[in-house]
């Protein structure tokens, strides 16, 4: 999709969903302030590394000063807009109590759904707002109610943690067989498809697959759709976590290829931690398990119950989405792939330092990581984090779970300054001198 089309497509989810909310979460949106007008006819690539525009994002945000703050995956923060308009909805649903939670919480609730379908380029009626991505794929992964004893299901060394262990549960749950593959490194567009490709020639009995758009651990951003095609032409279903995808790469959920997704909304697009979305394709809501006690049938919202939510984190996502919009998503993947370039190509220069990141733009996202070589165990990079904290002052975080080793995860965000990926290339070089 043209991604100044796709821009306008979002930045109408607001204005969408406007007429449903309540009295004053519509003054509060509408009358939020714009981020700065971007030139017309400017390329992402050129606004990049457009410094004032940039500047002026970054204003936006309350940032600690007490490190270089570059783990930036765990969530993503509020911008002050967003973060305003959020204290003023936990305080109008404080004082108003049940009378707004039973009254009128259901349908802005209604209208923040619309907003986020909008975004996401998906009909309404295929997707239901959850706490975060991992609950949307845990209910996917275990409601997945087409799997028969000796059926095989596969996952990757990159895939999340959690979600692996729901994997891996399903022998349990389904007497199924569960797999696992490692991704090749240093990782290629070829390689990992073939990887795929191999496993499924491998294990004709494979009828499911774990997909992570961007994992968590090295940033590598897999090629989904691609592997999704394949997957579908053998009979084999794909459930993918967009967690690290939606919101940083210029994507819709369609462009997946994918049935079912678990979506994070509270780390790339600046919602109020605690929003999520799953996201089921027309007519395969049957294939999912609906909650325990909910009655069958193809409406989605029987396959989450999540109780009494936060309510003000679920008003606040009509008013980050827009943000989110006026910035535009592909505006954001090309600033996001410049801080990552920025410490990436330098670090490669340093003898001693390992870079987990692929020259390929197809697989890159705002994550890479590092190690030092040989340096692989848990230790060494728990360690190896410390020292950055402790003597440059550079946060950093370790992460675990790649076939290779542990490793250190850098994530700049849109407000990140250029100045903080020249502090951890610095601290790089000394690291390495001892």
Same mark, same amino acid.
């Given at each position: 999709?043209?991604?100044?089309?796709?821009?306008?497509?979002?930045?109408?989810?607001?204005?969408?969903? %406007?007429?449903?909310?309540?009295?004053?979460?519509?003054?509060?949106?509408?009358?939020?302030?714009?981020?700065?007008?971007?030139?017309?006819?400017?390329?992402?690539?050129?606004?990049?590394? &457009?410094?004032?525009?940039?500047?002026?994002?970054?204003?936006?945000?309350?940032?600690?000063?007490?490190?270089?703050?570059?783990?930036?995956?765990?969530?993503?923060? *509020?911008?002050?807009?967003?973060?305003? #308009?959020?204290?003023?909805?936990?305080?109008?649903?404080?004082?108003?109590?049940?009378?707004?939670?039973?009254?009128?919480?259901?349908?802005?609730?209604?209208?923040?759904?619309?907003?986020?379908?909008?975004?996401?380029?998906?009909?309404?009626?295929?997707?239901?707002?959850?706490?975060?991505?991992?609950?949307?794929?845990?209910?996917?992964?275990?409601?997945? &109610?087409?799997?028969?004893?000796?059926?095989?299901?596969?996952?990757?060394?990159?895939?999340?943690?959690?979600?692996?262990?729901?994997?891996?549960?399903?022998?349990?749950?389904?007497?199924?067989?569960? /797999?696992?593959?490692? *991704?090749? =490194?240093?990782?290629?567009?070829?390689?990992?498809?073939?990887?795929?490709? #191999?496993?499924?020639?491998?294990?004709?009995?494979?009828? *499911? *697959?774990?997909?992570?758009?961007?994992?968590?651990?090295?940033?590598?951003?897999?090629?989904?759709? =691609?592997?999704?095609?394949?997957?579908?032409?053998? +009979?084999?279903?794909?459930?993918?976590?967009?967690?690290?995808?939606?919101?940083?790469?210029?994507?819709?959920?369609?462009?997946?290829?994918?049935?079912?997704?678990?979506?994070?909304?509270?780390?790339?697009?600046?919602?109020?931690?605690?929003?999520?979305?799953?996201?089921?394709?027309?007519?395969?809501?049957?294939?999912?398990?609906?909650?325990?006690? =909910?009655?069958?049938?193809?409406?989605?919202?029987?396959?989450?119950?999540?109780?009494?939510?936060?309510?003000?984190?679920?008003?606040?996502?009509?008013?980050?989405?827009?943000?989110?919009?006026?910035?535009? /998503?592909?505006?954001?993947?090309?600033?996001?792939?410049?801080?990552?370039? @920025?410490?990436?190509?330098?670090?490669?220069?340093?003898?001693?330092? =390992?870079?987990?990141?692929?020259?390929?733009?197809? %697989?890159?996202?705002?994550?890479?990581?590092? @190690?030092?070589?040989?340096?692989?165990?848990?230790?060494?990079?728990?360690?190896?984090?410390?020292?950055?904290?402790?003597?440059?002052?550079?946060?950093?975080?370790?992460?675990?779970?790649?076939?290779?080793?542990?490793?250190?995860?850098?994530?700049?965000?849109?407000?990140?300054?250029?100045?903080?990926?020249?502090?951890?290339?610095?601290?790089?070089?000394?690291?390495?001198? +001892?």
């Amino acid at each position: 999709m043209n991604p100044q089309r796709r821009t306008l497509l979002c930045a109408s989810s607001l204005a969408a969903a %406007l007429p449903l909310l309540s009295g004053g979460a519509a003054r509060a949106a509408s009358a939020m302030p714009l981020l700065p007008a971007i030139p017309a006819g400017t390329s992402p690539e050129a606004l990049a590394g &457009n410094q004032a525009y940039w500047q002026a994002v970054a204003a936006q945000y309350d940032v600690t000063d007490e490190v270089v703050q570059l783990d930036n995956g765990f969530w993503g923060s *509020m911008n002050r807009p967003v973060l305003a #308009h959020y204290q003023q909805q936990v305080a109008m649903v404080n004082r108003d109590n049940a009378w707004y939670a039973r009254m009128r919480f259901p349908a802005d609730f209604e209208a923040a759904r619309a907003a986020a379908a909008i975004a996401l380029g998906v009909a309404v009626d295929e997707i239901v707002l959850t706490r975060g991505a991992t609950e949307a794929l845990q209910i996917l992964i275990a409601g997945y &109610n087409r799997l028969r004893p000796g059926d095989t299901v596969l996952y990757a060394d990159i895939d999340y943690d959690n979600m692996i262990t729901v994997t891996r549960w399903l022998e349990q749950r389904r007497g199924v067989k569960v /797999v696992s593959i490692a *991704m090749p =490194e240093p990782f290629t567009h070829d390689g990992v498809i073939a990887a795929y490709a #191999h496993a499924m020639e491998r294990h004709p009995k494979l009828k *499911m *697959m774990l997909l992570t758009h961007v994992n968590h651990r090295n940033g590598m951003v897999l090629p989904v759709a =691609e592997i999704s095609r394949m997957a579908r032409a053998r +009979g084999i279903d794909v459930i993918v976590d967009t967690a690290h995808g939606f919101g940083q790469l210029d994507m819709t959920i369609p462009d997946l290829q994918a049935d079912f997704v678990g979506i994070n909304l509270h780390k790339w697009i600046g919602a109020p931690v605690g929003v999520g979305a799953l996201y089921i394709k027309r007519g395969r809501v049957a294939d999912i398990d609906p909650y325990l006690g =909910e009655q069958l049938g193809d409406d989605i919202r029987t396959r989450v119950h999540t109780g009494t939510v936060n309510f003000a984190a679920y008003l606040s996502l009509p008013m980050a989405l827009d943000l989110h919009a006026q910035i535009g /998503v592909a505006n954001k993947q090309a600033r996001l792939r410049l801080l990552r370039n @920025r410490w990436v190509e330098a670090a490669r220069g340093i003898e001693g330092v =390992e870079v987990l990141a692929s020259e390929d733009p197809r %697989l890159s996202s705002a994550i890479a990581s590092f @190690r030092l070589k040989g340096k692989t165990s848990v230790a060494d990079n728990f360690a190896l984090s410390k020292k950055l904290v402790q003597q440059h002052g550079v946060f950093a975080v370790p992460r675990d779970g790649l076939a290779s080793g542990a490793c250190l995860r850098v994530t700049p965000a849109i407000f990140t300054p250029e100045s903080h990926l020249d502090k951890l290339v610095a601290a790089l070089r000394q690291v390495v001198k +001892g």
